[in-house]
């Protein structure tokens, strides 16, 4: 299972190729040297203005694409424009924004309220990654639904926020392809993935013994 944490600076730069993580990419890429040595994916900020209550900008999303591109980063997927937690309306509000995408590998982000039955054959050729996101509630209750759907129609599934030691094995548990946390970086816990990553420590746990506290 890959594991994306977000753009960083100074020392972290180290933990990260340390630790052999990927980074979530969101915003100005120059900002993190050598970013184009990492993995890489390409998260459109919806979550983050969400969080911090304010509106989300495509025009920076753009930006960052272009960025992206012109510092030669490589994305394994971006992820496609969302509204978090609105269900159907985030999903009518991806596709009206992914024939302006470029990318080979684009992820649909689900949310609360959104089921397997809005995909049809068409969609399935314009994503290849799902994205579970969503409230952390719902995004609990529904991740091993998603990863089963995914892989049985060709897609990998990416689990969102995702920063708990308890979360981390459980997504590695249920199969999920890649995984993704700013808290690692944002609290300096590079702990938690390095007890992940230890073979000693890793638990299987039972779907109902995992915690969804903290992200």
């Not at 190729?17 to 100005?28: I, N, P, Q, Y």
């Amino acid at each position: 299972m890959k594991l994306y944490t977000g753009t960083v600076g100074g020392d972290a730069v180290e933990a990260v190729r340390r630790l052999g993580l990927g980074v979530m990419v969101s915003g100005d890429p120059t900002k993190m040297r050598e970013l184009s040595t990492f993995y890489c994916a390409i998260d459109n900020g919806a979550y983050e203005a969400w969080r911090r209550g304010l509106p989300w900008s495509g025009d920076r999303f753009l930006r960052t694409l272009d960025k992206c591109w012109d510092t030669g980063i490589s994305a394994d997927f971006v992820v496609c424009p969302d509204i978090v937690g609105k269900g159907m309306d985030s999903f009518d509000f991806s596709m009206s924004w992914v024939d302006r995408l470029r990318p080979a590998h684009l992820a649909l982000a689900v949310q609360d309220g959104m089921g397997m039955s809005i995909f049809d054959h068409n969609i399935h050729k314009k994503f290849t990654h799902i994205f579970v996101g969503g409230t952390t509630e719902w995004k609990w209750a529904r991740a091993k639904e998603w990863v089963v759907f995914a892989h049985g129609h060709g897609m990998k599934c990416h689990i969102g926020r995702c920063g708990t030691l308890d979360n981390l094995r459980y997504a590695d548990r249920i199969g999920a392809d890649s995984v993704d946390s700013t808290s690692w970086a944002r609290n300096q816990s590079w702990h938690i993935v390095e007890e992940y990553l230890h073979p000693l420590q890793v638990n299987c746990l039972d779907s109902s013994e995992h915690r969804v506290e903290g992200e």
